[in-house]
């Protein structure tokens, strides 16, 4: 339910640092510049963190063009690195670069610090103010990350509050809470960061969500709804193990469920989401929400049938928010509605019985789990208006036709012509060319009759088609001077090129009979 007020919500995306954590993914520095670039000025971003501070000389090239970038485009204000409670050498890594921004990664739970850092509390804090200090110096803004401050609130909430009593005193700009393990719920969420809220009301707190449980972004929505005033989010969910909050989704929960503003351009959600891609080698599943290629088509002929009734299956997720458009699937479930849409989108005019025709052949193909794209449809359409024939005399009734290494293809055919039926086998130099010779020696062998001989053969895929939907096969065949071309259109390259043969086969029983009129 969409409330009254309109809270700032900013954004810090992660994508250069936690998302390149993900298994397998690792930019060049070339990449991160050019993600950069996107995430500052495609999106508008509020803040990036663009890596880790004395990781590898490749991360200190990629900060390096980064932040010499976004110096020039007056951005570098908007560019962050984690760096850690080190002495001066994270501090003297970022200034060595450039940067003018840390976010100081600090313990959020006792374990944490006892077991990991081998300190007490205060020895932790009194690192940490040193640090603080020597950013100061260099002129190096901070913010502090409360590493595992999920588990902290669970099992350390006193360390966790002794933590921020003693550093909300520092030049500390926000401090951010990470549910480094994703073990959080939105119950947990809000009780804990409301908590935090009410207790340190000047602070500014940023959520960091993982999405170990599947509650990345019903965290975010918990977290801001409790008094968050941040969010850590990286394009396409990218992030170590499960991933972090995706930033399309988070930009959506937060203006549809919250009524809160930020600074995304939402119309370049889907590009960039798509170039990350490219870069990560992460694949978008079909089905991720706002970004994935199926989220936006509708495969149902009821709900196009509702689109087309004052929009009855939209929601305030348009397409066109995103960059995106809304289509219309073509396959067994499509209906009508579905056929229709697309047709209209390509400019095409059918009569009733002619869209009755073509739902029929799409839903065959659907039938046969083939996916036929809108790119497909004028392909289907000629294929089954332009060239079919009223009366065939003849017709295939079935076939069989196999093909072997070392070996000469082999097919069985059985079709009927002007109401007999007729059987053949033969071999060939593949498989039409088997299934060739067996009609030739039915139409010459028994018939006593002419047979065509084949002058040209073309095969093509739609243009954006998938080569599981459709193949076209134009035949060119010579008939006593006269040249006859039909196209055969099926998921399989020897099945259009057969069913093209038969089409020919009809041509010529159509001329034969004006022949003898």
Known sequence: MKQNIQPYIEIMDTTLRDGEQTDSVSFVPREKLNIARLLLQDLNVDRIEVGSARVSEGEREATRLICHWAEDNAMLNRVEVLGFVDGHLSLDWLNDCGCKNINLLCKGSLRHCLYQLKKQPQEHIDDIRRSIDYADRLGIGVNVYLEDWSSGMKDSPDFVYTMVDALSKENIRRFMLPDTLGILNPLNVIEYMRKMVKRYRGLHFDFHAHNDYDLAISNVLAAVLSGCKGIHSTINGLGERAGNAPLASVQAILHDQFNARTSIKESNLYKVSRMVETYSGIIIPPNKPIVGESVFTQVAGVHADGDNKHGLYCSDLLPERF????????????????????????????????TKQVTARITELGDRKEIVTPDDLPYIVSDVIKHSVGESKVKLISYLVTTAHGLHSHASLRIEIDGREYEAGAMGDGQFDAFVRGLREIYVGRLHRKFPVLINYFVT???GGRTDALVQTVISWDFEGKTIRTRGLDADQTGAAIKATIKMLNVLESMEKADNE
């Open 323 to 354: 960059g995106r458009r809304r289509e219309y699937a073509l396959g067994k479930n499509s209906g009508k509605a579905n056929i229709q849409r697309n047709l209209e989108e390509l400019g095409l005019e059918l009569t009733p019985e002619q």
């Open 461 to 463: 895929i739609p243009p």
